[in-house]
């Protein structure tokens, strides 16, 4: 397999407008995640972007920037033109698709994914971290996964994604990860498909490929990454930078 690495970004977020150039000591975040990609060395990597002053500051880096639709009506959506538009030979089989605002994540979550894909045989990976409080399994922004795991692996299939406590009962509960990997044709066919009952009930894109019969394997990691959503999430993403620092 060859992966490529494609990292969506755009400026127009509801919560944190103009985040991905949001400064974290001294470094545009959307470089940050850039750079981390480049040292998990998964492959080639790409940012698809939407706006000039983000591929610019990619490009200052050293990185590589692909300009996209600004009407795209996913990061999705935004990763498959990317990926016709920087990879017309079919040189790469295997997408993945992280996030523009994991400025801290861990080479081991990417790989994660990578590793579920390949070692299960899924149309789709990515990646889920145990949740450690009953105040987080409550938490509807705190997305759960309701998965089969392997025995003795880190690793399994996905039945349902939910923002409710599931599933019901004792036992451990795991929060989504939002990285991905898909491998080519499967990309292509989630994007040509219409959003699902499930997925607009529940605002998450994966319920489609669910709905749609697809096979989501999932691979379990320490801890979920900081996810930069908010002013609060921007704050804690550069106190984390600074301590690094020290």
Not at 55 to 60: M, W
Not at 141 to 168: I, L, N
Not at 171 to 196: D, I, M
Request: glycine share 8%; net charge neutral.
């Amino acid at each position: 397999m060859k992966p490529i690495v494609l990292i969506p970004a755009r400026m127009a977020s509801s919560r944190l407008p103009g985040k991905p150039l949001a400064d974290i000591g001294g470094v545009p975040m959307i470089v940050r995640v850039w750079q981390r990609a480049v040292e998990a060395d998964l492959g080639p990597v790409v940012v698809a972007c939407c706006e000039v002053e983000v591929q610019k500051a990619v490009e200052a880096a050293g990185g590589r920037a692909v300009m996209t639709n600004p009407n795209l009506a996913s990061g999705s959506d935004r990763v498959w033109a990317a990926l016709n538009a920087v990879d017309r030979g079919f040189e790469h089989d295997v997408v993945v698709n992280l996030q523009g605002d994991l400025p801290l994540f861990d080479a081991a979550v990417p790989r994660a994914a990578l590793d579920a894909l390949v070692t299960t045989g899924c149309d789709i990976g990515t990646v889920a971290a145990e949740i450690e409080s009953e105040r987080e399994a409550d938490n509807p922004s705190t997305v759960k996964v309701v998965a089969t795991w392997d025995v003795g692996a880190m690793r399994g299939r996905a039945h349902y994604f939910t923002r409710a406590r599931a599933p019901w009962g004792k036992g451990p509960w795991y929060a989504h990860v939002g990285v991905y990997v898909y491998r080519r044709e499967a990309l292509q066919r989630f994007v040509g498909l219409q959003p699902s009952p499930l997925e607009l009930r529940e605002k998450l894109e994966q319920l489609r490929a669910i709905e749609a019969g697809m096979s989501i394997a999932v691979g379990r990691v320490d801890e979920v990454p900081l996810s930069v959503d908010t002013s609060a999430d921007l704050e804690k993403a550069r106190t984390a930078v600074a301590r690094e620092r020290r």
